[in-house]
């Protein structure tokens, strides 16, 4: 039986009508979405600091960077680009 708590009173989700599941699956959508943007906003945000940097870097010593090779801490073998 599966249960929905809201303002603590709890309700058996199999017994809700048809206009509040909706409502429930609107508001499941809603919050997966938003999850799913955080995680986005995060990636971005890492994103953001490592082009940062590499202006930074660009600006001071007056060229970008050479990478030949990049190294992930801690990813290992996992992730492989195919050309």
Request: no cysteine; proline share 1%.
């Amino acid at each position: 039986m599966a249960t929905i708590t809201i303002d603590g009173t709890e309700y058996d989700v199999e017994t809700l009508s048809d206009e509040s599941k909706a409502q429930l699956g609107s508001l499941q959508y809603v919050d997966s979405e938003l999850a799913r943007l955080q995680a986005q906003a995060a990636a971005l945000q890492t994103a953001r600091i490592a082009y940062g940097r590499a202006l930074k870097e660009t600006l001071e010593e007056g060229k970008a960077p050479e990478v030949d090779e990049v190294n992930i801490e801690g990813l290992g073998d996992s992730i492989q680009f195919d050309d």
